[in-house]
């Protein structure tokens, strides 16, 4: 019952997936960290500048200030 819980606290994000480009991407949550990880290639590409944003979002920027991922801090309480 509390996986299904879980689960369910994620559909919270769907809104905001379905504004993201259309490819295959990765989600990884670290709960003790409470931090959850977005990456929009798999593998994941390596960042060449970051931003934080007000509300705790680092936005990971690649060649060409492409957006490869993003950090989303705090997430639990989202």
């Known amino acids: 019952m509390a996986l299904t819980q879980e689960a369910l606290s994620y559909l919270k994000f769907i809104p905001l997936l379905q504004e993201l480009p259309r490819r295959p991407f990765s989600l990884l949550y670290d709960a003790e960290a ?25 936005i990971r920027y690649g060649q060409g200030d492409e957006v490869v991922g993003l950090t989303v801090l705090n997430a639990s309480s989202r």
């Open 34 to 58: 409470d931090v959850l990880y977005i990456d929009f290639y798999n593998p994941p590409q390596s960042s060449d500048d970051t931003e934080l944003t007000d509300d705790d979002i680092v």
